[in-house]
């Protein structure tokens, strides 16, 4: 799937690359329940261990809480 979006040319904008938006972009994905994990890491090419590590760069948590994990470890 191709996806096109046209941003103006602010200062801030024209730092950021298209690597960053594909990040950001799957990594909200993921975070909102839409990608699993293993459609994230192939999505951007890259192992389950750095798509970890990319994930609180975004504000993101590793841990995908949903009651079912939330009451797991409050039982733990």
């Not at 990319?54 to 504000?59: A, E, K, Q, S, T």
């Amino acid at each position: 799937m191709k996806i096109s979006l046209d941003l103006p040319d602010t200062a801030a904008l024209v730092r950021l690359d298209q690597a960053y938006f594909r990040e950001v972009l799957v990594a909200t994905l993921y975070h909102i329940g839409k990608l699993s994990e293993k459609e994230a890491c192939l999505a951007l090419g890259i192992s389950r261990r750095a798509f970890e590590e990319l994930l609180p760069r975004f504000g993101f948590s590793i841990l995908v809480d949903t009651p079912e994990t939330i009451d797991v470890e409050l039982n733990a």
